[in-house]
């Protein structure tokens, strides 16, 4: 049965073993992600960990895919765990609204290993994330996909999703994609 868990220095292997074996749980420029965070990992294993969860949006800026720096908005991150790592989600939110910034895709992010895929591993931990937005009040949370993301519709709608509309990705995410909004009402 998997469990979704606050990631800690016993669980660390098994996510070093994924991305060493090229995962990465950033599907936006994976690769310097991937790369980045096993730096993290080498530097200061107990910071790397004590970053999954930011409550208070203490961490500093975050770069954009182009390359532009944005205030962090509150977050945390929880590992999908059934023996080993088997993938992430993460949940952002700026307190006191269910809006999110222009830049931001969504209120979850989530991301399986490829090796785990097909499992409705990613549908189990938005269910089981979910508590964590209604604790603070929200009426409901956003999800984004890329178009073509057929996998990622079904995980959404899964969750209890719906598809709100199509629109163009942010500027700082632009390659001439549109991506598809959901909602999931809390």
């Not at 950033?26 to 992600?33: A, F, K, T, V």
């Not at 790397?48 to 991150?77: C, H, N, Y």
């Not at 765990?81 to 993938?87: F, H, I, K, R």
């Amino acid at each position: 049965m998997p469990e979704l868990i606050e990631p800690t220095r016993a669980h660390l292997p098994s996510y070093v073993g994924a991305l060493e074996r090229g995962y990465s749980p950033n599907n936006i420029d994976s690769e310097r992600h991937r790369l980045r965070e096993l730096g993290e990992i080498a530097d200061d294993p107990a910071r790397f960990l004590a970053g999954m969860t930011d409550r208070e949006a203490s961490a500093g800026d975050i770069q954009l895919p182009d390359g532009s720096m944005v205030k962090r908005i509150p977050g945390i991150r929880r590992w999908i765990w059934e023996d080993e790592y088997c993938g992430s989600i993460g949940f952002r939110w700026q307190p006191g609204t269910e809006e999110l910034p222009p830049h931001l895709l969504g209120h979850i992010g989530y991301s399986v290993v490829p090796w785990h895929q097909g499992r409705g591993l990613a549908a189990w931990a938005v269910r089981e994330i979910l508590p964590e937005a209604r604790a603070l009040g929200m009426r409901w949370i956003t999800i984004t996909t890329d178009t073509d993301n057929i996998a990622s519709w079904r995980t959404i709608e899964n969750a209890g999703g719906y598809h709100t509309h199509r629109g163009e990705k942010p500027a700082a995410y632009q390659d001439g994609e549109t991506i598809e909004w959901f909602r999931i009402d809390l």
